[in-house]
């Protein structure tokens, strides 16, 4: 009989309340307890524990004698999160591990590590902020491109620049906000579609496509985009398996599009915490659901027992 307990924080909304308790389910049945509700936002570290009291239970846990820890909500996270993540990691077993999540939080140093790989992204440039002139002459070779800033996601914050004009009104605003560095990526010329592969433990699970809205050239579904279904090549399912392999993420969305100058597929971005498909998208005919939970219990039964 095991004895093994984890730990889980899994967003509620969209139907992450359905895969939490199937989830729950399947790793009762392999007499794996589990703690729901315990997201770390209020957690307090004394000493050398740990401990967090769990919204659906109302007890306190010391989170760091679990097993592992599952922690997948992206819409909710708080750098004081993300810093008690890190310290947990050192001590217990995690999905996604915090290398790879922190990783795959920052736009630049993905695709810079994809790119060492042979994995082909965004053309893009990195530099200091006091260097903004450099981007002139960034925007004069490129054309078009987009600033991203590392660590956003949904498509927050993602400006496209055409011209000088625009570089000069959108710098006061960056220079508000105290940047350290600057990214740009240029703008690759794409059908305003992307495909979205998910990746578990090295697996293929599932793609679908997102769609831009109107005149936006944004995929992202919190930017107006829109899901359809989607199949992948081959081609792109193998391109999709090496950037989670690269990035070391168990759990990925690996977003990718095709440029239609340089006939190419190119890696937008890797998601450590790519989204279930919600009841809407299901009754589309998106039915990865069962499929992803089912590698991700098994990834939980052999990676707890680690601990």
């Not at 050398?48 to 097993?67: A, R, Y």
């Not at 217990?92 to 082909?120: C, W």
């Not at 903004?132 to 490129?142: A, G, P, Q």
């Not at 599009?257 to 589309?284: C, H, R, S």
Request: aromatic share 10%; with cysteine; hydrophobic share 35%.
């Amino acid at each position: 009989m095991s004895d093994r307990k984890i730990g889980m924080w899994l967003y509620q909304n969209g139907g992450g309340d359905i895969i939490q308790k199937k989830m729950v389910k399947k790793l009762k049945e392999r007499d794996i307890k589990v703690i729901t509700g315990l997201n770390l936002r209020n957690a307090v570290a004394k000493n050398k524990n740990i401990i967090c009291t769990s919204s659906d239970t109302g007890k306190e846990v010391k989170v760091n004698n679990l097993d592992l820890f599952f922690s997948y909500n992206a819409g909710e996270q708080t750098q004081y999160q993300i810093f008690l993540y890190q310290a947990l990691n050192r001590v217990i077993p995690m999905l996604n591990s915090y290398a790879s999540f922190s990783l795959t939080e920052d736009k630049f140093q993905t695709s810079f590590l994809l790119r060492q790989h042979g994995v082909q992204t965004a053309d893009y440039k990195l530099c200091h902020r006091d260097s903004s002139s450099h981007l002139i002459k960034v925007l004069k070779e490129w054309g078009k491109m987009v600033y991203k800033p590392t660590d956003g996601w949904g498509g927050l914050g993602l400006t496209k620049i055409e011209n000088e004009a625009a570089l000069d009104m959108l710098m006061p605003f960056l220079n508000q906000m105290d940047l350290r560095f600057l990214y740009v990526e240029k703008f690759i010329k794409y059908d305003n579609s992307d495909f979205r592969v998910d990746i578990v433990d090295g697996e293929f699970v599932s793609c679908y496509g997102r769609k831009a809205n109107g005149n936006d050239w944004r995929t992202n579904i919190t930017s107006g985009g829109s899901v359809f279904v989607r199949d992948a090549s081959d081609e792109v399912i193998e391109i999709a398996k090496r950037a989670a392999e690269v990035c070391g993420t168990a759990i990925a969305g690996v977003d990718i599009i095709y440029d239609e100058e340089k006939e190419e597929y190119v890696v937008l971005e890797v998601n450590g915490i790519p989204a279930f498909a919600t009841p809407e998208q299901e009754k589309m005919g998106l039915d990865f659901n069962d499929k992803k939970i089912d590698l991700i219990v098994n990834m939980i039964d052999r990676e707890s027992q680690k601990n």
